[in-house]
């Protein structure tokens, strides 16, 4: 018994099927046959990656495009708002790029190390590494800046120490300075690219969470950035 309502089932579905398809074509007005252009294909918004080669020419044509510098991190302890300079324009230009490409989408402040700084920019997430790949594989030409200080709410970029004689940042990883007095043993040493203007409070509270022996947070901190302005 249950074989042959399992039969009519099927046997109902494939002829509603049937007349569904019926009734849509005899319903569709009739088309004049034209010889077919050649489509044109669709150019992506992005197609070329950033090297060292380019870089300078590649986030130089971005940013003047590209001119916001106030971006929004939304994250489970709330909101922080950055601000970032005109001055270090090829830094600016990446990070606009990051928001609008959704990379910070895919990544968590990763590095909470007490009383100092929130790192964030990476995660363990197979999307955020095809983003990566997309974006390209580089540094940025430092833009450090004796007015630009490592103050508390400062952002600024990551780097590598070995073998990178002229301090160029990480294109991915950026900190924000959670230390009241600031940290400016870190002047001169790592581009400053803007500075917290809302939401310190919040910076303070990841800068709280539990951590394990690396200072990665137990519980990932996830971000969602998107251009204010």
């Known amino acids: ?42 150019k992506p918004k992005y197609t070329k990656r950033i090297t060292n080669k380019n870089v300078v020419e590649m986030l130089t044509a971005y940013g003047e495009n590209n001119k916001e510098r106030f971006v929004k991190l939304t994250t489970d302890f709330g909101e922080i708002e950055i601000e970032l300079y005109n001055q270090t324009p090829l830094h600016r230009a990446n990070f606009i790029q990051l928001v609008k490409r959704k990379f910070l989408d895919e990544t968590c402040f990763y590095r909470v190390a007490k009383g ?25 030409p ?17 780097r590598v120490y070995k073998n990178n004689p002229n301090k160029r940042s990480s294109p991915f ?33 990841i800068n709280l969470v539990e951590v394990d022996f690396s200072e990665w947070p137990k519980k990932d901190v996830y971000m969602k950035a998107t251009i204010i302005k």
Not at 178 to 204: C, N, Q, R, Y
């Open 116 to 140: 100092f700084v929130i790192q964030g920019g990476n995660s363990d997430r197979m999307e955020m590494a095809k983003i990566k790949r997309k974006i390209g594989q580089f540094t940025i």
């Open 142 to 158: 430092q833009e450090i800046k004796k007015n630009l200080k490592h103050h508390y709410g400062s952002v600024a970029m990551a």
């Open 1 to 42: 018994m249950r074989l042959f309502l399992l039969l009519l089932i099927t046997l109902t579905g494939l002829t509603t099927a049937c007349q569904d398809t019926k009734s849509t074509l005899q319903n569709e007005p009739l088309k004049i046959k034209q010889k077919k252009k050649a489509a044109t294909p669709l």
């Open 173 to 205: 990883e950026f900190y924000i300075d959670v230390d009241p007095k600031g940290s400016h043993h870190l002047d001169g040493e790592h581009t400053v690219i803007g500075h917290v203007i809302k939401g310190m409070e919040v910076a303070k509270q």
